[in-house]
């Protein structure tokens, strides 16, 4: 069996198994069966390196469903980033969601919600992949509920919806590109030229999963779940779907125009721009991050946009960057959070001299956002306004660098309103926990890697 299959069923068939033990165990088994996903994430890596080109393995059932994986430097990439992020938030949960009766039914939805990414990720079929795409929906509905209050109900509602609607225009343009090419397989439709009319509709699954213009309001909304649900949303799992998804179809499957290429810069641009203008504005903590997990993934999308080989391998280290350094920022948030019982910033100040440890793991993932150097998160950002300017598209290269004076002024006034000036509120201090310790690593790798540059390079070099 090909460890990239270990990768997929793993997970899910873990997430079932849960559903027989006891809840005291479920929390300590679902951090095994994320690291051993996350191990098995490494183990496809080599083989992939290894043989230096991709792994396949097909059961066809008719000529345009099959179950059809495969494993190549982006899958296995992605898989690595997402199952280690995920592991961190994890064993972060252990902690957090100690104090809560259902917390059996959140490590169900959490490890099922990993195991659909892995199936996504290494879905040969675009029907399969779409399977996939939608069992994360589900997942992530019940996710944002997880309270079951009504402002949460509406909120995973929405998300739902929202997310259901692109999915449900992007599925029109996967039945379009069946009877155009007859066939659904990845790799029988690469190098094939896809109408505009056609990618206009993968757009769309694109644009609701990863909160783009017009398509975003869903995910401020999200942040009503409890802190792991909204670090997994925006770091880990369901917001990189689509921006992934832009990458596998566009960027390496199929041949589109310039003029489809031009117009998601345009929407990667105004998302950049009214997301992190949204952000300065915004007094929930929660939504401000959200609002900048809007923003960051427009660098993402334009940088796959962009579709060069160049600025391809810069989206996917962005990808790893965000990760790190945007779990690290909610998971401090979540801390923050249910130390002083709220989320609104005007109530906070002064954190700092309670929580030294939250705050400096705060300060090292939002330099890596901001991108300051030597953090990682300067390396893609700084490369993707170089390669827009230089690709001839000034107003997405003028709109990145707002964009990043933005996100310096939203990051840090949540840093001052919530760490600095007098203690407003008797918040109880940061020991050395699990989620102190998990938040403080996620800043750590987001410099260590900055400094190390090369490493996260070497690792996309062979596109």
């Known amino acids: 069996m090909k460890p990239m299959l270990f990768n997929v069923f793993f997970p899910i068939g873990g997430a079932f198994l849960l559903l027989l033990f006891p809840r005291k165990i479920k929390p300590a088994l679902s951090v095994a069966i994320i690291g051993a996903t996350f191990l098995f994430s490494l183990w496809s890596a080599s083989s992939v390196y290894a043989n230096r080109g991709m792994i396949l393995a097909t059961s066809y059932l008719t000529d345009w469903f099959s179950f059809s994986f ?58 399969l992949l779409f399977c996939f795409w939608e069992v994360t929906s589900v997942c992530s509905w019940r ?54 009319m056609i990618s206009l509709l993968l757009l769309a699954g694109v644009v609701s999963k990863s909160a783009q213009l017009p398509l975003q309001s ?61 952000a300065l504005l915004e007094n929930n903590m929660k939504r401000i991050l959200a609002y900048s997990t809007i ?24 990808i790893l960057a965000h990760s790190l350094g945007k779990a690290g920022l909610f998971l401090c948030m979540g801390i923050v959070e249910q130390k002083s019982g709220t989320k609104d910033i005007n109530d906070l100040g002064g954190l700092a001299r309670t929580m030294p440890y939250t705050a400096a793991a705060y300060l090292l993932c939002a330099f890596s956002i901001i991108g300051l150097p030597p953090f990682l998160g300067f390396w893609p950002k700084f490369m993707v306004v170089l390669l827009a300017v230089n690709s001839g598209h000034l107003f997405a290269g003028s709109a990145a660098v707002v964009g990043a004076l933005f996100t310096l002024f939203y990051l840090a006034r949540l840093f001052n309103k919530v760490f600095l000036g007098p203690l407003q509120i008797n918040a109880a201090e940061d020991r050395r926990s699990v989620m102190v310790w998990a938040v403080v690593a996620l800043g750590i790798l987001s410099l260590l890697l900055g400094l190390y540059f090369k490493l996260p390079f070497a690792l996309v070099a062979n596109l």
């Open 295 to 318: 923003s960051q993934l427009g660098y993402i999308l334009l940088a796959f946009a962009i579709n060069n080989e160049d600025a391809f391998k810069i989206g996917m280290i962005y």
């Open 70 to 127: 495969f494993a190549d430097t982006l899958a296995v990439f992605m898989a690595g980033v997402s199952s280690f992020v995920a592991l961190l938030i994890a064993v972060y949960s252990l902690d957090y969601m100690k104090h809560y009766s259902d917390n059996g039914s959140f490590y169900f939805w959490m490890v099922l919600f990993i195991g659909s990414m892995m199936g996504l990720i290494y879905s040969a079929n675009l029907l």
């Open 143 to 196: 996710l944002i509920g997880f309270y079951r209050h009504d402002k949460d109900i509406q909120a995973a509602d929405k998300a739902f919806l929202v997310t259901f609607f692109g999915a449900s225009i992007m599925l029109i343009g996967i039945i379009l590109i069946y009877l155009k090419f007859d066939s659904l397989e990845l790799v029988f439709l690469k190098g094939s030229n896809l109408p505009n």
């Open 218 to 278: 869903w995910l401020p909304d999200a942040g009503v779940a409890p802190t792991p649900v909204t670090a997994l949303l925006h770091a880990a799992v369901l917001v990189k779907i689509g921006v992934y998804v832009f990458a596998r179809i566009f960027g390496l499957t199929f041949i589109t125009s310039a003029w489809f290429l031009n117009s998601a810069i345009i929407v990667a641009s105004l998302s950049i721009l009214v997301a992190a203008g949204s």
